[in-house]
Each structure stands twice: as C-alpha cells, then as structure tokens.
C-alpha cells in the first residue's frame, strides 16, 4: 500500500527498510525522503499535544490523487506517503513521504512536490495545545 493514514505511532526508518518498491528494481537508481515530526513551538507559542484530525476516506482518496499526480509528472517508481493522525507529541514522527526513480533529480523533486502539495491540499485538521488553552492551526507553516 503506497498510501496510509495510521492513529498509530509509527517508525518512519523501519517503514522504509520494510517497503520494496513497486518498480523494477533496475530502474531504480535514486531514493528521496522527507519525514515530519511534531514540534513543541509554534507561532511563537509551545505546544504540548496536537490532535490531527481528517475525514476517513476523503484524505486517503486526496493522497493517492497527489501521490498518481507524482508519479505520472516524474515518471516515478514509486512513491509512498505514510500519515498520523490523532494525538499527537512533540518529536513523534507525523508524515513520511518517499519517492523512487530512476535519477536523482526526479525523486528529490517529486519528494518535495509530494510535501508541499500534501501540506496545502490534503483535509487535514491540526489542533494545537498550548498549557491551558487550544487552538485550531488556520494555516500551516512555511516550507
């Protein structure tokens, strides 16, 4: 599966060692990688907890578009993307996406487009904890 959303903590190095890429793998001659983690500061502010939400199926459905729209622009592999959601801490891994092609420059841009699309357009909902208040996160950070 080249898609998953998981409520559940998650390895993203054992993710990899354990994910054989769909492609031949004589065509393979790079890998790309990004891996998220949760940060305890934002806007200035700490963060204790973060509660990410999404709509089952939807978001899937959102990634996989994302994931075929990669694939197709860089004539990839392959490409995964694994994301948490849930309560989430600081440092615990939240996204990890990964791209196989056959040259370097594919999998580097296709990894970095699969990030910032998925940070702008997948339906993903972040409520911040901050000691005793909350807030909803209205826009993600910049790159």
């Not at 790079?30 to 939400?53: K, S, V």
């Not at 993307?81 to 996204?95: A, F, N």
């Amino acid at each position: 599966m080249t898609v998953r959303i998981t409520a559940e903590p998650f390895d993203p190095y054992a993710e990899l060692a354990g994910y054989t890429p769909r492609g031949e793998a004589n065509r393979i001659g790079a890998a790309a990688t990004f891996i998220g983690f949760m940060r305890d500061l934002n806007e200035g502010d700490d963060i204790t907890t973060m509660e990410l939400e999404h709509y089952p199926g939807m978001t899937e459905k959102a990634l996989e578009k994302l994931r075929d729209e990669a694939v197709k622009r860089w004539e990839l592999a392959d490409a995964l993307i694994v994301h948490r959601v849930g309560k989430l801490s600081p440092t615990d891994p939240i996204v990890l996406v990964a791209a196989w092609s056959g040259h370097r420059v594919a999998a580097l841009e296709a990894c970095r487009f699969l990030i910032e699309e998925l940070k702008t357009r997948a339906p993903f909902w972040k409520k911040e904890q901050l000691g005793d208040r909350e807030r909803w996160v209205e826009h993600n950070t910049p790159g």
